[in-house]
């Protein structure tokens, strides 16, 4: 029977060797049967279901809440008790009750009907604002950064001209001059929504023209626009898409604001804007007016908001590894 101390000499003599058995066979270890070692330890599908959920359980919440204002929104004839331009002046500012469950407003008009259609405005500005955003920022940005000289100057320069004015005060302007229309309406707040995405562009472009890729499609005789469009924008395309899901709550917020002030949507329109203000006259007497269209405000821009944090840390390889 050969010492312990004999098979320990051994092993630190030749490096690599193992111990041996009482007969001289050489023991293997056997790690991956080792209850400390990572890969004997499966995780199941339930506990994998389990732990995505609670790494992404404010994204989930996002998701239903946009969802469900998005739902109210489409549904709103369907669902709403009665028309926008009802009014009963007998049941003036009355409160929640089975009649009127978000209670009634100036003029009698019923505040959940207002709410509901309000959300359609809401999310129809949003939308095409961002859209039209998206559009006209990622394409003058690409351009600017995969051109670069002075056609990235001129386009960059022009942007700083636009952001040397605060957005909200020439959104105003623009709707001031034009008038309150909902089409007036998108036009100011894409006017000077689209530099975001622009700059945004431009930077994401700008640290990818140079790859491998990049160049092999040039060699291959690729123009400028089919290495733009085939191979530079779809891979910026998760930052963009992060960005926008962060700028639809903006537009909500400069949309409520413009109709607080007046100038967004015509007058008679449902909005949340203008319930706020038509609210903030009667705050000691009809508190509700206020409450209810605020809260679909909050639970809108929050539910983007936690949408928009899981977008972005499931595109984040980093944070993927981190998790």
């Known amino acids: 029977m050969k010492a312990p101390f004999d098979i320990i000499l051994r092993a630190m003599v030749l490096p690599g ?22 890969r004997s330890r499966r995780i199941s599908r339930q506990e994998r279901i389990r ?16 969802t469900l204002v998005t739902l109210a929104a489409v549904f709103a004839p369907w669902l709403s008790p009665y028309t926008p331009d009802a009014m009963n002046l007998a049941n003036e500012l009355a409160g929640p009750s089975r009649a009127h469950l978000f209670g009634t407003g100036d003029n ?4 959940l009907t207002h709410v509901l259609y ?19 920022g990622v394409s003058l940005g690409a351009l600017a950064g995969y051109a670069g000289g002075m ?20 959104a105003i ?11 007036h309406l998108i036009l ?56 926008a899901t962060f700028g639809l709550p ?35 007497v009809a508190p509700h007016l206020a409450a209810f269209p605020g809260l679909a405000v909050i639970i809108t821009v929050l539910g983007f908001n936690f949408l928009g944090d899981g977008i972005r840390d499931r595109l984040d390889p980093r944070g993927r590894r981190a998790g």
Do not use: C
Not at 17 to 38: C, L, M, N, W, Y
Not at 108 to 111: A, I, Q, R, S
Not at 151 to 170: C, N, S, T
């Open 17 to 38: 060797a193992r111990p041996t058995d009482d007969e001289g066979h050489q023991v293997i270890p056997d790690f991956a049967s080792s209850p400390k070692h990572p």
């Open 51 to 66: 732990r995505t959920l609670r790494r992404y359980l404010l994204a989930w919440i996002g998701l239903g809440l946009v």
């Open 108 to 111: 009698g008009v019923d505040v």
């Open 118 to 136: 309000g959300a359609r405005i809401s999310l129809l500005v949003a939308m095409l604002t961002t859209l039209v955003s998206v559009v006209v």
């Open 151 to 170: 056609v990235d100057g001129l386009l960059m320069r022009l942007v700083d001209v636009v952001l040397a004015f605060p957005g909200i005060l020439l």
């Open 173 to 183: 302007f623009i709707t001031a001059v034009l008038g309150p229309a909902v089409e």
């Open 188 to 243: 100011a707040l894409a006017l000077t929504g689209w530099v975001g995405y622009a700059r945004l562009a431009r930077g994401q472009v700008m640290a990818l023209r140079d790859r491998e890729y990049v160049q092999a499609a040039r060699a291959l005789g690729a123009t400028p626009l089919r290495v733009v469009v085939r191979h530079l924008l779809p891979n910026i395309a998760g930052p963009i898409l992060v960005s």
């Open 250 to 284: 903006a537009v909500i917020l400069a949309e409520v604001a413009l109709s607080f002030l007046g100038l967004g949507v015509p007058p008679g329109t449902p909005s949340w804007g203008a319930l706020l203000e038509s609210g903030s006259q009667y705050l000691l």
